[in-house]
Protein backbone atom coordinates (compact mmCIF):
# COMPACT_ATOMS: atom_id res chain seq x y z
CA UNK A 1 0.00 0.00 0.00
CA UNK A 2 2.71 2.20 0.65
CA UNK A 3 4.86 1.59 -2.36
CA UNK A 4 1.52 2.33 -4.19
CA UNK A 5 0.68 5.84 -2.44
CA UNK A 6 4.87 6.79 -2.98
CA UNK A 7 3.73 5.86 -6.97
CA UNK A 8 0.92 8.23 -7.10
CA UNK A 9 2.67 10.45 -5.23
CA UNK A 10 6.06 10.72 -7.67
CA UNK A 11 3.35 10.47 -10.52
CA UNK A 12 1.83 13.58 -9.09
CA UNK A 13 4.88 15.30 -8.88
CA UNK A 14 6.19 14.64 -12.38
CA UNK A 15 3.22 16.10 -13.99
CA UNK A 16 2.97 18.90 -11.28
CA UNK A 17 6.89 19.51 -12.68
CA UNK A 18 5.62 19.09 -16.58
CA UNK A 19 3.03 21.83 -16.33
CA UNK A 20 4.92 23.93 -13.90
CA UNK A 21 7.81 23.94 -16.76
CA UNK A 22 4.99 24.69 -19.29
CA UNK A 23 3.04 27.17 -17.86
CA UNK A 24 6.49 29.54 -16.07
CA UNK A 25 8.82 28.46 -19.03
CA UNK A 26 11.93 30.24 -18.29
CA UNK A 27 12.77 29.94 -21.94
CA UNK A 28 13.87 33.21 -23.44
CA UNK A 29 11.94 34.90 -25.57
CA UNK A 30 12.39 35.06 -29.43
CA UNK A 31 13.68 37.94 -31.03
CA UNK A 32 12.25 40.24 -33.02
CA UNK A 33 13.96 42.72 -34.68
CA UNK A 34 10.58 45.66 -33.24
CA UNK A 35 8.95 48.48 -35.42
CA UNK A 36 11.06 51.15 -37.20
CA UNK A 37 11.15 54.64 -36.00
CA UNK A 38 9.82 55.89 -38.97
CA UNK A 39 6.43 53.40 -38.55
CA UNK A 40 5.91 54.34 -35.01
CA UNK A 41 5.82 58.12 -36.22
CA UNK A 42 2.98 57.59 -38.63
CA UNK A 43 0.81 55.50 -36.17
CA UNK A 44 1.56 58.68 -33.84
CA UNK A 45 0.69 60.95 -36.36
CA UNK A 46 -2.60 59.21 -37.58
CA UNK A 47 -3.79 58.96 -33.61
CA UNK A 48 -3.25 62.07 -33.33
CA UNK A 49 -5.11 62.86 -36.75
CA UNK A 50 -8.13 61.03 -35.52
CA UNK A 51 -7.92 63.11 -32.09
CA UNK A 52 -8.27 65.95 -33.81
CA UNK A 53 -11.16 65.30 -36.15
CA UNK A 54 -13.27 63.59 -32.87
CA UNK A 55 -12.63 66.63 -30.99
CA UNK A 56 -13.48 69.20 -33.81
CA UNK A 57 -16.40 67.39 -34.45
CA UNK A 58 -18.08 67.48 -30.79
CA UNK A 59 -17.20 71.18 -30.85
CA UNK A 60 -20.10 72.79 -29.35
CA UNK A 61 -22.08 69.58 -28.60
CA UNK A 62 -22.81 68.45 -25.47
CA UNK A 63 -21.42 65.14 -24.60
CA UNK A 64 -23.94 62.20 -24.88
CA UNK A 65 -24.94 60.80 -21.89
CA UNK A 66 -24.77 56.89 -21.23
CA UNK A 67 -28.06 55.29 -21.72
CA UNK A 68 -29.87 55.10 -18.17
CA UNK A 69 -30.49 51.63 -17.74
CA UNK A 70 -34.44 50.83 -17.77
CA UNK A 71 -36.98 48.30 -16.42
CA UNK A 72 -39.08 46.75 -19.30
CA UNK A 73 -42.13 47.58 -17.45
CA UNK A 74 -40.75 51.36 -18.22
CA UNK A 75 -39.62 50.97 -22.17
CA UNK A 76 -43.14 49.57 -22.52
CA UNK A 77 -44.44 52.37 -20.48
CA UNK A 78 -42.46 54.90 -22.76
CA UNK A 79 -43.92 53.44 -25.89
CA UNK A 80 -47.28 53.07 -25.51
CA UNK A 81 -47.02 57.03 -24.08
CA UNK A 82 -45.75 57.72 -27.51
CA UNK A 83 -48.23 55.76 -29.26
CA UNK A 84 -50.96 57.54 -27.25
CA UNK A 85 -48.92 61.14 -28.12
CA UNK A 86 -48.74 60.13 -32.48
CA UNK A 87 -53.00 58.84 -32.09
CA UNK A 88 -53.79 62.36 -30.61
CA UNK A 89 -51.93 64.14 -32.69
CA UNK A 90 -53.45 62.39 -35.77
CA UNK A 91 -56.97 63.11 -33.90
CA UNK A 92 -56.15 66.34 -33.48
CA UNK A 93 -55.32 66.71 -37.13
CA UNK A 94 -58.17 65.35 -38.09
CA UNK A 95 -60.89 67.13 -35.97
CA UNK A 96 -59.43 70.70 -37.31
CA UNK A 97 -62.98 72.55 -37.25
CA UNK A 98 -63.77 74.07 -40.40
CA UNK A 99 -66.00 77.05 -40.26
CA UNK A 100 -69.61 76.28 -40.96
CA UNK A 101 -69.86 79.32 -43.79
CA UNK A 102 -66.96 80.59 -45.97
CA UNK A 103 -66.55 84.89 -45.62
CA UNK A 104 -67.41 85.21 -49.11
CA UNK A 105 -71.12 83.73 -48.32
CA UNK A 106 -71.93 84.64 -44.97
CA UNK A 107 -71.37 89.01 -43.74
CA UNK A 108 -70.52 89.04 -39.96
CA UNK A 109 -70.25 92.16 -38.37
CA UNK A 110 -69.38 91.87 -34.22
CA UNK A 111 -71.47 94.94 -32.53
CA UNK A 112 -69.86 95.46 -29.38
CA UNK A 113 -69.58 98.19 -26.54
CA UNK A 114 -70.14 98.40 -22.46
CA UNK A 115 -73.53 97.63 -21.33
CA UNK A 116 -76.25 100.34 -22.33
CA UNK A 117 -73.86 102.01 -24.92
CA UNK A 118 -76.81 101.60 -27.24
CA UNK A 119 -75.72 98.84 -29.34
CA UNK A 120 -79.46 97.01 -29.68
CA UNK A 121 -80.77 101.25 -30.70
CA UNK A 122 -78.47 101.02 -33.43
CA UNK A 123 -78.96 97.52 -34.79
CA UNK A 124 -82.13 97.97 -35.16
CA UNK A 125 -81.81 101.63 -37.29
CA UNK A 126 -78.88 99.44 -39.71
CA UNK A 127 -81.25 96.31 -39.77
CA UNK A 128 -84.31 98.61 -41.62
CA UNK A 129 -81.24 100.52 -43.86
CA UNK A 130 -79.20 98.09 -44.74
CA UNK A 131 -81.03 94.72 -44.67
CA UNK A 132 -78.72 92.96 -41.83
CA UNK A 133 -80.20 90.06 -39.51
CA UNK A 134 -79.84 91.79 -36.11
CA UNK A 135 -79.12 88.94 -33.58
CA UNK A 136 -78.69 90.22 -30.08
CA UNK A 137 -76.29 87.66 -28.01
CA UNK A 138 -78.27 88.30 -24.99
CA UNK A 139 -81.57 88.33 -26.33
CA UNK A 140 -81.22 84.55 -27.53
CA UNK A 141 -80.02 84.06 -24.23
CA UNK A 142 -82.75 85.69 -22.61
CA UNK A 143 -85.11 83.92 -25.09
CA UNK A 144 -83.42 79.87 -23.95
CA UNK A 145 -83.64 81.19 -19.91
CA UNK A 146 -87.68 81.44 -20.89
CA UNK A 147 -87.73 78.64 -23.19
CA UNK A 148 -89.86 75.40 -21.62
CA UNK A 149 -87.94 72.50 -21.04
CA UNK A 150 -84.49 74.26 -21.31
CA UNK A 151 -81.84 72.74 -19.71
CA UNK A 152 -79.96 75.75 -19.44
CA UNK A 153 -82.60 78.28 -17.71
CA UNK A 154 -81.44 78.68 -14.40
CA UNK A 155 -77.43 78.99 -15.31
CA UNK A 156 -78.27 81.55 -17.85
CA UNK A 157 -80.41 83.03 -14.58
CA UNK A 158 -77.54 83.20 -13.04
CA UNK A 159 -75.46 84.18 -15.32
CA UNK A 160 -76.68 87.32 -16.20
CA UNK A 161 -77.65 88.31 -13.01
CA UNK A 162 -74.58 88.22 -11.90
CA UNK A 163 -73.07 90.03 -15.00
CA UNK A 164 -71.15 87.31 -16.41
CA UNK A 165 -70.38 85.61 -19.27
CA UNK A 166 -72.39 82.68 -19.91
CA UNK A 167 -70.30 79.17 -20.80
CA UNK A 168 -69.39 80.02 -24.47
CA UNK A 169 -70.78 76.51 -26.00
CA UNK A 170 -74.01 77.52 -25.26
CA UNK A 171 -74.04 81.34 -26.43
CA UNK A 172 -72.05 80.16 -29.99
CA UNK A 173 -74.73 77.03 -29.95
CA UNK A 174 -77.53 79.46 -30.08
CA UNK A 175 -75.61 81.95 -32.55
CA UNK A 176 -75.51 79.24 -35.48
CA UNK A 177 -78.76 77.83 -35.03
CA UNK A 178 -79.82 81.90 -34.93
CA UNK A 179 -77.92 82.38 -38.74
CA UNK A 180 -79.12 78.42 -40.06
CA UNK A 181 -82.99 79.49 -39.47
CA UNK A 182 -82.37 83.17 -40.82
CA UNK A 183 -80.74 81.70 -43.95
CA UNK A 184 -83.03 78.69 -44.43
CA UNK A 185 -86.20 81.38 -44.00
CA UNK A 186 -84.19 83.05 -47.24
CA UNK A 187 -83.03 86.21 -44.82
CA UNK A 188 -80.13 87.97 -45.98
CA UNK A 189 -77.06 86.39 -45.42
CA UNK A 190 -75.28 89.63 -43.49
CA UNK A 191 -75.52 89.39 -39.94
CA UNK A 192 -74.81 91.91 -37.09
CA UNK A 193 -73.88 89.89 -33.70
CA UNK A 194 -74.34 91.99 -31.04
CA UNK A 195 -72.75 91.88 -27.49
CA UNK A 196 -70.98 89.03 -28.24
CA UNK A 197 -68.00 87.86 -28.88
CA UNK A 198 -67.18 89.67 -25.09
CA UNK A 199 -64.60 87.10 -24.32
CA UNK A 200 -61.57 85.78 -25.72
CA UNK A 201 -62.36 82.26 -26.52
CA UNK A 202 -65.91 83.34 -27.86
CA UNK A 203 -63.88 85.16 -30.22
CA UNK A 204 -61.28 82.70 -31.72
CA UNK A 205 -64.17 79.55 -31.43
CA UNK A 206 -66.87 81.58 -33.50
CA UNK A 207 -64.05 82.31 -36.11
CA UNK A 208 -62.73 78.64 -36.02
CA UNK A 209 -66.36 77.00 -36.04
CA UNK A 210 -69.08 79.54 -37.58
CA UNK A 211 -67.46 82.52 -39.46
CA UNK A 212 -63.98 84.53 -39.40
CA UNK A 213 -65.67 88.64 -39.02
CA UNK A 214 -65.89 91.27 -41.79
CA UNK A 215 -66.24 94.52 -39.24
CA UNK A 216 -66.07 95.00 -35.53
CA UNK A 217 -68.22 98.32 -34.35
CA UNK A 218 -67.20 99.49 -31.74
CA UNK A 219 -69.07 101.87 -29.67
CA UNK A 220 -67.69 103.82 -26.98
CA UNK A 221 -69.68 105.38 -23.90
CA UNK A 222 -68.87 106.68 -20.71
CA UNK A 223 -69.63 104.55 -17.82
CA UNK A 224 -71.57 107.40 -16.04
CA UNK A 225 -73.83 107.83 -19.24
CA UNK A 226 -74.53 103.93 -19.56
CA UNK A 227 -75.19 103.89 -16.02
CA UNK A 228 -77.97 106.62 -16.52
CA UNK A 229 -79.26 105.08 -19.52
CA UNK A 230 -79.71 101.44 -17.86
CA UNK A 231 -81.16 102.67 -14.27
CA UNK A 232 -83.48 104.28 -16.91
CA UNK A 233 -84.24 101.25 -18.54
CA UNK A 234 -84.53 99.53 -15.97
CA UNK A 235 -87.74 101.13 -14.35
CA UNK A 236 -89.88 98.87 -17.33
CA UNK A 237 -87.31 96.50 -18.61
CA UNK A 238 -87.52 93.95 -16.49
CA UNK A 239 -84.11 92.70 -16.59
CA UNK A 240 -82.62 90.68 -14.22
CA UNK A 241 -79.59 92.90 -14.66
CA UNK A 242 -80.99 96.08 -14.63
CA UNK A 243 -80.29 97.19 -11.22
CA UNK A 244 -77.40 98.76 -9.52
CA UNK A 245 -75.36 95.67 -8.55
CA UNK A 246 -75.40 93.77 -11.17
CA UNK A 247 -74.48 96.96 -13.45
CA UNK A 248 -71.55 97.44 -11.70
CA UNK A 249 -70.30 93.85 -11.97
CA UNK A 250 -71.36 94.02 -15.88
CA UNK A 251 -69.04 97.33 -16.29
CA UNK A 252 -66.16 95.36 -14.11
CA UNK A 253 -66.81 92.32 -16.63
CA UNK A 254 -66.42 94.32 -19.82
CA UNK A 255 -63.22 96.22 -18.66
CA UNK A 256 -61.43 93.29 -17.44
CA UNK A 257 -62.88 90.61 -19.97
CA UNK A 258 -64.33 92.22 -22.76
CA UNK A 259 -61.92 95.27 -23.76
CA UNK A 260 -59.25 92.92 -24.41
CA UNK A 261 -61.08 91.34 -27.73
CA UNK A 262 -61.65 94.77 -28.69
CA UNK A 263 -58.13 94.95 -28.65
CA UNK A 264 -57.67 91.98 -30.24
CA UNK A 265 -59.28 92.80 -32.92
CA UNK A 266 -57.60 95.97 -33.28
CA UNK A 267 -54.41 94.56 -33.94
CA UNK A 268 -56.06 92.99 -36.90
CA UNK A 269 -57.48 96.26 -38.26
CA UNK A 270 -61.17 95.42 -38.51
CA UNK A 271 -62.44 97.65 -35.76
CA UNK A 272 -64.38 100.86 -36.63
CA UNK A 273 -64.82 103.06 -33.27
CA UNK A 274 -68.01 105.51 -33.18
CA UNK A 275 -68.60 107.81 -29.76
CA UNK A 276 -72.19 106.99 -27.84
CA UNK A 277 -72.47 110.02 -25.89
CA UNK A 278 -75.00 111.82 -28.40
CA UNK A 279 -78.52 111.60 -29.43
CA UNK A 280 -79.34 107.81 -31.23
CA UNK A 281 -80.02 109.79 -34.75
CA UNK A 282 -76.09 111.71 -34.48
CA UNK A 283 -74.22 108.47 -33.46
CA UNK A 284 -76.55 106.62 -36.10
CA UNK A 285 -75.19 108.85 -38.51
CA UNK A 286 -71.52 107.88 -37.13
CA UNK A 287 -72.82 103.81 -38.05
CA UNK A 288 -74.11 105.07 -41.62
CA UNK A 289 -70.86 106.69 -42.72
CA UNK A 290 -69.04 103.24 -41.96
CA UNK A 291 -71.61 100.99 -43.66
CA UNK A 292 -72.38 103.25 -46.29
CA UNK A 293 -68.75 102.48 -47.15
CA UNK A 294 -68.24 99.41 -46.70
CA UNK A 295 -71.31 97.69 -47.96
CA UNK A 296 -72.83 100.48 -49.94
CA UNK A 297 -72.91 97.75 -53.12
CA UNK A 298 -75.34 95.30 -51.33
CA UNK A 299 -77.49 98.41 -50.07
N1 LIG B 1 -80.19 104.68 -25.54
C1 LIG B 1 -79.50 104.05 -26.48
N2 LIG B 1 -78.78 104.90 -27.20
C2 LIG B 1 -78.99 106.12 -26.70
C3 LIG B 1 -78.52 107.42 -27.03
N3 LIG B 1 -77.67 107.64 -28.02
N4 LIG B 1 -78.94 108.47 -26.31
C4 LIG B 1 -79.82 108.28 -25.27
N5 LIG B 1 -80.32 107.08 -24.91
C5 LIG B 1 -79.89 105.99 -25.63
O1 LIG B 1 -79.71 101.01 -24.95
C6 LIG B 1 -79.79 101.06 -23.57
C7 LIG B 1 -80.76 102.20 -23.17
O2 LIG B 1 -80.21 103.42 -23.57
C8 LIG B 1 -82.11 102.09 -23.85
O3 LIG B 1 -83.08 102.48 -22.97
C9 LIG B 1 -82.01 103.05 -25.04
O4 LIG B 1 -83.23 103.60 -25.40
C10 LIG B 1 -81.06 104.09 -24.51
P1 LIG B 1 -79.46 99.66 -25.73
O5 LIG B 1 -79.51 99.95 -27.17
O6 LIG B 1 -80.32 98.60 -25.21
O7 LIG B 1 -77.96 99.39 -25.27
P2 LIG B 1 -77.11 98.06 -25.33
O8 LIG B 1 -75.72 98.47 -25.58
O9 LIG B 1 -77.72 97.09 -26.23
O10 LIG B 1 -77.29 97.61 -23.81
P3 LIG B 1 -77.50 96.18 -23.19
O11 LIG B 1 -78.04 96.37 -21.82
O12 LIG B 1 -78.25 95.30 -24.08
O13 LIG B 1 -76.00 95.74 -23.14
P4 LIG B 1 -75.34 94.48 -22.55
O14 LIG B 1 -74.21 94.25 -23.42
O15 LIG B 1 -75.05 94.63 -21.12
O16 LIG B 1 -76.49 93.39 -22.58
P5 LIG B 1 -76.65 92.06 -23.41
O17 LIG B 1 -78.09 91.83 -23.55
O18 LIG B 1 -75.83 92.07 -24.59
O19 LIG B 1 -76.04 91.00 -22.38
C11 LIG B 1 -76.65 90.79 -21.14
C12 LIG B 1 -75.92 89.67 -20.40
O20 LIG B 1 -76.01 88.46 -21.12
C13 LIG B 1 -74.45 89.88 -20.16
O21 LIG B 1 -74.17 90.71 -19.07
C14 LIG B 1 -73.99 88.44 -19.93
O22 LIG B 1 -74.31 88.04 -18.64
C15 LIG B 1 -74.86 87.67 -20.91
N6 LIG B 1 -74.18 87.42 -22.20
C16 LIG B 1 -73.28 86.39 -22.25
O23 LIG B 1 -73.05 85.68 -21.28
N7 LIG B 1 -72.64 86.13 -23.43
C17 LIG B 1 -72.83 86.86 -24.53
O24 LIG B 1 -72.20 86.58 -25.54
C18 LIG B 1 -73.73 87.94 -24.47
C19 LIG B 1 -74.39 88.20 -23.28
MG1 LIG C 1 -78.54 95.13 -26.05
Known amino acids: MFRNLARSGNRLATASTRR ?23 VASMG ?23 TYEEEEALKQKRIAEAKAKKEQKQTKAIPAFSPEEVTVVFVLGGPGAGKGTQCENLTKDYGFVHLSAGDLL ?20 EGLIVPMEVTIALLEQAMNEAIA ?11 F ?29 MLKRLLKRGESSGRVDDNIE ?12 SMPVIEAFEKDNKVKKISCDQPVEQVYQGVKTIFDEMFAEKK
Not at 54 to 60: F, L, M, N, P, T
Request: aromatic share 12%.
Open 20 to 42: TQRLYSTAPPKSSSGPTFPAMLA
Open 48 to 70: FAAYYTIVKSREGKTMPRRKETT
Open 142 to 161: RAEQKREGSKYGELINNYIR
Open 185 to 195: QGKEKRFLIDG
Open 197 to 225: PRKMDQAVKFEEVVVPSKLVLFFECPEEV
Open 246 to 257: SIKKRFRVFIET
